[in-house]
């Protein structure tokens, strides 16, 4: 079985541009998050998508957002990007078969943003 | 509100070295889930191992083994016989029944020397 894939892997942008994420969860996983992690703040979580619907967020400014497509895969979006912004961001899955409870999260190679 | 402390930034070991890794963490959710994740060079984080609050029993694969005391509300982690490819970061994370937002802990870089 597949695991996680994010896509691009590497993303270089520029301050004030906007930049979206892919990510496609494992085969019949219900669950995806989006992490972001720093040297600095670590691995810190950024929002919960489940059946297209966010179902958890992070402490994070409304220039972070997300939305999940019918097939499960997820995408996050930022907008007027800021050099802070520069990290590796990590979406993970899991099958979340009855909902709310929680599963082992699988976790996809990552997209690295730089932003210059 | 939940925690997840690990105290140990970096450790260095030789080769064929014991070393365990220390994760401590807080929560006043009786029911909760331990987790332990490696992160070579890179990126992609890789489930190693997952607790719940009610099973304490400590368990053993391979060469690594996790001891989880809710007494010291800890969930320590050893390798055994280390070997170069442990080299990673690992950390350890902590979530709750009430919801899927993983609590991870600053993580802990072991270095092993050939």
């Known amino acids: 079985k597949a695991g996680v894939t994010q896509t691009p892997r590497y993303l270089i942008k520029t301050r004030g541009q906007q930049v979206t994420l892919s990510c496609s969860p494992i085969?019949?996983?219900?669950?995806v998050s989006w992490y972001q992690q720093t040297p600095g703040q670590g691995l810190q979580f950024l929002f919960e998508?489940?059946?297209?619907?966010?179902?958890n967020k992070g402490n994070f400014p409304g220039r972070f957002s997300g939305r999940q497509f019918s097939n499960s895969r997820s995408e996050m979006n930022v907008s007027t990007l800021e050099l802070g912004d520069s990290a590796l961001y990590l979406c993970?899955?899991?099958?979340?078969?009855?909902?709310?409870?929680?599963?082992?999260?699988?976790f996809g190679p990552g997209t690295r943003l730089t932003v210059l | 509100a939940q925690k997840v402390t690990q105290a140990q930034t970096e450790i260095s070991v030789v080769e064929k070295e014991d070393v365990t890794l220390d994760c401590v963490y807080e929560?006043?959710?009786?029911?909760?889930?331990l987790f332990w994740y490696k992160q070579p060079p890179s990126g992609e984080l890789v489930f190693l191992i997952r607790?719940?609050?009610?099973?304490?029993q400590n368990e053993i694969s391979g060469r690594y083994s996790w001891n989880f005391q809710k007494s010291t509300s800890s969930f320590n982690f050893t390798i055994t016989a280390s070997q170069v490819v442990d080299s990673a970061v690992y950390f350890c994370a902590l979530s709750v029944f009430t919801g899927n937002q993983f609590y991870f802990g600053t993580g802990t870089s072991l270095t092993v020397i050939p």
């Open positions: 085969s019949g996983h219900r669950s």
């Open positions: 993970a899955s899991s099958l979340d078969r009855t909902g709310g409870t929680t599963d082992t999260q699988y």
């Open positions: 607790r719940n609050s009610f099973d304490e």
């Open positions: 998508y489940f059946s297209e619907t966010q179902r």
């Open positions: 929560t006043r959710d009786t029911t909760y889930y």
